[in-house]
């Protein structure tokens, strides 16, 4: 067991080495400015998905508000989701255990403690909580 722990940490070290220099020199790059063609075009979709028409253009009072708002709605949608997820997880699945869903005010409370990430749980998670979940 001991050959194999040293050949994976060697594996990994020596992978480490091999592409330091190069993605080093890429990210490097990127923060001056000198973008290559791909990273050009995927940020281009990403621009046009979010709206943006010019994006060196800075943000003025109107683009913060709905920046604030689209980091609500985000935060929202998250709890809705995750909320839904621990009320219907026995129903889900990767669930091999058939752990049944929380109670409401559980799974509210396990929601809101993950958006608002204060992570305070009051349940065990290994024994009650699918994989999915």
Do not use: H
């Not at 709206?51 to 920046?67: A, F, H, I, V």
């Not at 889900?92 to 752990?99: A, E, G």
């Not at 049944?100 to 992570?119: E, H, K, P, R, V």
């Amino acid at each position: 067991m001991a050959t194999n722990a040293f050949l994976l940490i060697a594996s990994f070290l020596l992978v480490l080495l091999v592409i330091a220099k190069p993605l080093g020199l890429f990210i490097a790059r990127l923060i001056e400015g000198d973008m290559p063609s791909f990273v050009t075009k995927i940020e281009a979709v990403l621009w046009r998905f979010s709206g943006l028409k010019q994006p060196g253009r800075e943000m003025t009072e109107m683009n913060w508000s709905r920046y604030a708002l689209a980091i609500l709605l985000f935060n929202l949608l998250g709890f809705v989701l995750l909320f839904a997820l621990l009320l219907f997880q026995g129903s889900l699945p990767l669930n091999p255990q058939k752990f049944s869903g929380m109670s409401w005010d559980l799974a509210f409370n396990t929601a809101i403690s993950f958006t608002t990430n204060t992570n305070w749980q009051s349940y065990s998670g290994e024994n009650s909580l699918s994989y999915l979940s």
